[in-house]
């Protein structure tokens, strides 16, 4: 029984056949893209230990070596120039035994610049050529860590991309994203409980009993803003993820 596999052939003929186009569609968009994570920096902890809010004095396990990375993104294309967009970003590692992982969730704007060119009439001759290229730049939340242990922050975020746009409605390309994490000056020791610990001026964890709490460093969440020292700050790392990216495109503007 064929069931429905006859489609396939159908749908790519219709991609294939449709009539192409040097630059991507004004409209709505859908992208998503997987590929691969490459960590570095110092001072991340990537993983707990065997109690909970024990964890590593340094960035023990910092920083995995290599990681699944995956997206997606949405946006409006106006005038085939500029499009306004939001993304997110998981990467993980360790996915066999002590998951860790990471998340940038966000937004930004993507430009065009053959789209631009086009439309002062610089490049009008390259309009069938089925090729297109954008920069894209953005910021918004970053978290990173394994299970209740981790780090909270902001991002920015800047990439490239080149496409094949075989269709108006769909493109197929390679994109290289950079993140650059920047994570406060606390360490959640547990999410659940919302407490921590504070970080020193070289991201280590503050083991301090005359701050309170627990008597090991660990404090509630809400009171690191006046026990936690005015020098500390969170981890300094960077992410560069090359990946393969797929964009549906929907035309709203007929």
């Known amino acids: 029984m064929l069931g429905r596999w006859w489609l396939a052939p159908v749908v790519l003929c219709a991609v294939l056949g449709s009539p192409a186009s040097a630059r991507a569609a004004s409209g709505l968009y859908l992208q998503l893209g997987g590929g691969y994570g490459a960590w570095s920096g110092n001072e991340l902890v990537t993983r707990e230990l065997d109690e909970p809010g024990d964890v ?29 967009e939001v993304f997110a970003f998981g990467s993980g590692w360790n996915l066999d035994s002590d998951q860790a992982g ?17 439309l002062v009439g610089v490049i009008t001759e390259l309009a069938e050529i089925p090729f297109d290229v954008s920069l894209g730049i ?3 939340y970053a978290i990173a860590g394994s ?13 490239a991309m080149a496409e094949w746009v075989p269709s108006p409605w769909f493109s197929v390309g390679l994109k290289l994203d950079v993140f650059l994490p920047s994570y406060d000056s606390f360490a959640l020791t547990s ?56 964009t549906f495109r929907f035309d709203v503007f007929d």
């Open 56 to 84: 590593p004095l340094t960035g023990d396990g910092c920083c995995p070596s290599g990681s699944l990375a995956l997206q997606a993104r949405f946006g409006l294309a106006l005038f085939n120039t500029v499009a306004p």
């Open 102 to 118: 990471a998340a940038f969730v966000g937004g930004g704007l993507r430009f065009y610049p053959l789209g631009m060119l086009d």
């Open 138 to 140: 953005g910021a918004g």
């Open 147 to 159: 299970d209740d242990f981790g780090y909270e922050g902001v991002v920015f975020a800047v990439d």
């Open 191 to 246: 999410r659940s409980a919302n407490e921590g610990r504070c970080l020193d001026e070289t991201a280590t964890q503050i083991f301090d009993p005359s701050l309170g709490g627990r008597g090991d460093g660990v404090i509630p969440r809400e009171q690191a803003g006046t026990l936690c020292p005015t020098n500390g700050r969170g981890p300094s790392t960077t992410v560069v993820s090359p990946q393969l990216v797929m």
